[in-house]
């Protein structure tokens, strides 16, 4: 903590003493009508090199202001879109300010525009509402990437996780030249396309998939950055290859190629190692799903609110069950990863293809030690610790596939088509007790394990007409997906619950041998018409089906001895269950100068029908029949003014069905002190939800402002109540129906340049309430949870040689028992973090990153401190500069560790997860650039 205040004030105090004896220069540019022209570029420039000296745009009233310039020979030039652009030398006055003459900017005759465009090189131009960057006015090192260029940019950020923020929000699509670029929201484009290939970039709000698919603006916009490259890059591929080696036996390598031109799209990727990296995280998991092949709507789910009909999909609720690509975070424990992946795109004569191949697997060893304190009804309380050894070994085949074909202008079809493959073996040792009142109560041992297959398939087709009558189009959609999963795997438990009454309970001692296959199908298809009523009001109807139909037979024996076992009735239960799912609803949108409203009205049908037994054919224990109506109202407004103001406000409202594995009436023992159990009675999950915002953007001061507030109210919420056994402490976790809970969450950012172009703040708070209601031994209890987040985070680039970034968090989460107030809790998260590179001479570079965590409660006396500082030292090599050699230091420090601290319902815990320390690497990288592109300046 006191090396990043130290560094930061170093830093400041160098700006500061900078900034004395500068020059402010302030002036306002008019066209010949004297109208002045607000978002023209106005740049300084030297008068011997034309080098950019600084930069900004004009205001609504066309003025403009510099400040902290040095004393030196000065050009000012002013461009604007259809003007010819203005420059002249300036004369500096004794005084620390200049009033420039009023600019004239003379309009251009249409056959001059494209030759005077080209002159210009302003380094950033609005463009209707498109903010247009020069790539060639900001200045990176050689061999620098797209995310070192973006960094430089005003108004873009790259946050700590990589992510791409501009004007205050995060941006949703990548783009080059027009195409998405694996999947839009990646690092392939920003961690690997050269910076000295891009042209021009151009940040704006795209429409979403909806909108192009109706013809009608719904309001919904995606943040997109389009990416254009010079002419020359695209005639040859990129990459890199890596390899590294270091202390512990540590190593690394990855690999990766690319090429493109203006129909094909090609990557392979490859990485391996055991550094817990398995090379992709949310983000990098896109790069490969290829142009649009995962876009808005590819669903085939229509209407408001549609992607709450994706609930009654099967899935296990992890990436496990998932089509995408993974990303299993393995940042804890210890792990050894491995991965391969090709991905293709075409795009020619209208017809768009695109189709990946991605294998991955990893081999994770987790050691943790967890600790949950679980508050009854009558203020007492009692602990279960948790010291465990897991082993998971994961590995996935996907198969993406999309093809988009414009039959003519008015017929589209597309096609999508995916499959999985998996295994997952998992074995697990786990040791727990129970403690009250600092007194044992029990103690467990437990061994589970279990192999898991599974495979699952899904197919697509939507086709969608547009009418002669303009905005009049029809959609229609069907779908199938069709999942497998065979399970097996053996649980042994010993108990000693010393104050249990019933030594015949079935976890005293547990041996037990389980299978377990589950299968799922689903069925769906929608309809969608939208009817022009004039110009500016559309009349929209939808209708949705879709039917789920599962099986789940799972049998549990007990061992008897070494080649007997018994089916545990119990335990084992067939379940055969059907979910459809009818609805129909329209909406009238009013779209027209910026404004858009749509007030919409859905009848929503579920039907839940089922039946369970012991195994499939006995005799049959329950059935289940439910039929739910809903009307489902939507409302939502969308205002787009001028200056890059937007403003939108929803409401809606929710009907969810239960989630399969929550209807499965059969008791999962698997961890004996936390059972979990089915409930077939459950009743669909019905919520309201009121949203609002506020953002705007000023291109002229790189000001930015975002405000949002989100409201959930829950008619009718679906949650685990629990039943705490008053001897042994075992609880039983059960799903059921509550009402009443709620949850607002607020988010406010505030963006601004504190000297434009050198440093750059934001700071942003997002403070919460949350109350949950649930049964906790049949008495309903209420949990009300206040959450204050703030942070802040500054950007500095004082000089070239130097880029620094920081930034703290700061979180409290203050817990309030309803039945247990002497038990509340306050619990304090807080970090900090700076990243630092530093170019020296010759071509070597020196990059730190230090984060800082701090987790603390102070009711149970926890305060932990995990300070993380990693440097590298690297060196370009070559003419090209496309040889790197790297020496890299992990966690210098040796504190490396996964905390976590969460305070539920009625209990709070901690947990521990021992994690790969420090370390030293060694590494060579190769980047591969397949054209030599030209010297910007």
């Known amino acids: 903590m006191k090396l990043f205040f130290s560094l930061f004030l170093l830093l400041a105090s160098t700006c500061a003493l900078k900034a004395q004896s500068k020059l402010t220069i302030r002036g306002t540019v008019k066209d010949t009508t004297n109208l002045p022209l607000d978002y023209t570029s106005v740049l300084l420039l030297s008068p011997k090199d034309s080098a950019l000296v600084a930069y900004t745009l004009t205001n609504k009233d066309g003025e403009y202001i510099f400040k902290n310039i040095d004393r030196q020979p000065l050009l000012v030039k002013a461009t604007y879109m259809g003007y010819i652009p203005f420059q002249k030398e300036l004369v500096l006055p004794e005084a620390d300010e200049l009033q420039v003459e009023e600019i004239r900017l003379i309009p251009i005759m249409q056959e001059l525009y494209e030759v005077v465009v080209k002159a210009a090189k302003a380094p950033l131009m609005m463009r209707g509402d498109t903010l247009e960057y020069d790539a060639s006015k900001f200045k990176v090192p050689p061999g620098a990437t797209l995310e070192d260029l973006l960094r430089k940019l005003p108004g873009m950020q790259i946050d700590a996780e990589g992510n791409i923020v501009a004007q205050g929000q995060r941006v949703q699509k990548v783009t080059v030249d027009g195409r998405r670029f694996f999947g839009g929201n990646t690092k392939m484009a920003t961690q690997n396309l050269n910076a000295e290939s891009i042209s021009k970039l151009q940040l704006y709000d795209d429409k979403s998939e909806q909108a192009k698919l109706t013809g009608v603006d719904d309001g919904v916009n995606e943040k997109t950055l389009n990416v254009e490259l010079k002419e020359e890059a695209k005639k040859g591929g990129f990459g890199k290859i890596s390899a590294a080696g270091g202390t512990d036996e540590r190593w690394s390598s990855n690999a990766s190629y690319n090429k493109f031109d203006n129909v094909n799209q090609f990557s392979v990727i490859g990485y391996g190692n055991n550094v817990n990296q398995t090379g992709l995280d949310w983000d990098d998991l896109q790069e490969f799903r290829g142009s649009g092949a995962f876009q808005f709507g590819d669903t085939g789910d229509f209407g408001f609110n549609s992607s709450g009909g994706n609930v009654i999909f099967f899935s296990?609720?992890?990436?496990?069950?998932?089509?995408?690509?993974?990303?299993?975070?393995?940042?804890?424990?210890?792990?050894n990863n491995q991965a391969f992946g090709v991905n293709f795109n075409r795009l020619k004569d209208k017809k768009d293809l695109s189709a990946n191949y991605f294998y991955s697997r990893s081999d994770q060893i987790v050691e943790s030690f967890n600790s949950r304190t679980t508050f009854l009804e009558d203020n007492s309380s009692f602990t279960s610790t948790d010291r465990s050894k897991q082993n998971n070994i994961a590995g996935h085949h996907r198969v993406n596939f999309r093809f988009q074909n414009e039959l003519d202008s008015a017929n589209t079809l597309t096609i999508n088509a995916k499959g999985r493959l998996s295994t997952l073996t998992t074995s697990l040792l786990s040791f727990q007790e129970v403690l009250s009142n600092n007194v044992e109560q029990g103690q467990l041992d437990r061994i589970n394990q279990s192999n898991k297959w599974s495979g699952a398939f899904q197919g697509t087709a939507i086709f969608r007409h547009k009418f002669k009558k303009s905005g009049r189009n029809f959609a229609a959609s069907i779908s199938n997906t069709y999942t497998n999963a065979d399970q097996d795997g053996i649980q042994k438990a010993v108990a000693d619950m010393m104050d249990s009454s019933d030594p015949n309970s079935f976890f005293q001692s547990l041996d037990q041998v389980n299978e377990a296959l589950n299968t799922s199908n689903l069925f769906k298809s929608s309809l969608l018409f939208v009817e022009p009523i004039n110009k500016t009001f559309f009349w929209e109807t939808f209708y949705n089906f879709s039917q789920t139909t599962s099986n789940t037979d799972r049998k549990v024996f007990d061992v008897e001895s070494s080649d007997i076992?018994?089916?545990?009735?119990?335990?084992?239960?067939?379940?055969?269950?059907?979910?459809?799912?009818?609805?129909?609803?329209?909406?009238?949108?009013?779209?027209?100068?910026?404004?858009?409203?749509?007030?919409?009205?859905?009848?929503?049908?579920?039907?839940?029908?089922?039946?369970?037994?012991?195994?499939?054919?006995?005799?049959?224990?329950?059935?289940?029949?439910?039929?739910?109506?809903?009307?489902?109202?939507?409302?939502?407004?969308?205002?787009?003014?001028?200056?890059?103001?937007?403003?939108?406000?929803?409401?809606?409202?929710?009907?969810?069905?239960?989630?399969?594995?929550?209807?499965?009436p059969y008791k999962d023992i698997s961890n004996p002190l936390y059972i979990r159990e089915g409930n077939p009675d459950l009743q669909p999950e019905v919520t309201h939800s009121l949203n609002a915002g506020y953002n705007m953007y000023d291109p002229a001061t790189f000001i930015n402002l975002y405000f949002s507030l989100n409201s959930t109210f829950y008619q009718s919420q679906i949650v685990q109540n629990q039943t705490i056994d008053p001897e042994t402490f075992v609880t039983t976790f059960k799903s059921g129906n509550v009402s009443g809970g709620q949850r607002y969450f607020t988010y406010l950012g505030f963006g601004f340049p504190i000297v434009k172009t050198k440093i750059n703040a934001n700071i942003n708070a997002n403070p919460s309430y949350t109350k949950s209601l649930a049964?906790?031994?049949?008495?309903?209890?209420?949990?009300?949870?206040?959450?204050?987040?703030?942070?802040?985070?500054?950007?500095?680039?004082?000089t070239e040689w130097l880029n620094f970034y920081a930034g703290t968090s700061f979180r409290l989460s203050k817990t309030k028992y309803d039945q247990n107030p002497a038990q509340n809790q306050d619990i304090v998260n807080s970090t900090a973090y700076t990243n630092m590179n530093i170019k020296f001479p010759k071509d070597f570079y020196f990059d730190m990153k230090f984060n800082y965590s701090r987790f603390e409660n102070e009711s149970f006396g926890f305060n932990q401190e995990v300070p993380i500082l990693n440097a590298f030292i690297y060196k370009l090599l070559g003419e090209a500069k496309k040889w790197e050699v790297r020496l890299s230091a992990y966690d210098i420090f040796k504190q490396n560790q996964t905390i976590n601290q969460f305070a539920g319902q009625n209990f709070v815990s901690t947990g521990r997860i021992e994690t790969l320390s420090r370390y030293f690497l060694l590494g060579v990288t190769y980047n591969m650039r397949g054209v030599e592109v030209k010297d910007r300046r």
């Open 316 to 335: 296990g609720g992890d990436s496990e069950d998932s089509f995408e690509i993974p990303f299993n975070n393995l940042s804890s424990g210890f792990s």
């Open 565 to 664: 076992q018994e089916l545990n009735p119990d335990l084992s239960r067939f379940f055969d269950n059907i979910i459809t799912y009818n609805r129909i609803g329209s909406s009238i949108r009013y779209a027209n100068k910026g404004s858009n409203l749509s007030v919409g009205l859905a009848a929503a049908n579920f039907k839940l029908n089922g039946l369970f037994s012991v195994v499939e054919g006995s005799e049959i224990l329950g059935t289940v029949d439910k039929n739910y109506l809903n009307l489902t109202p939507n409302v939502s407004y969308y205002k787009t003014m001028k200056g890059n103001k937007r403003l939108n406000a929803s409401y809606a409202m929710g009907v969810v069905p239960p989630n399969i594995n929550d209807l499965q």
């Open 775 to 798: 049964l906790i031994n049949s008495i309903e209890t209420e949990t009300n949870t206040f959450s204050y987040n703030f942070g802040v985070n500054l950007d500095l680039s004082p």
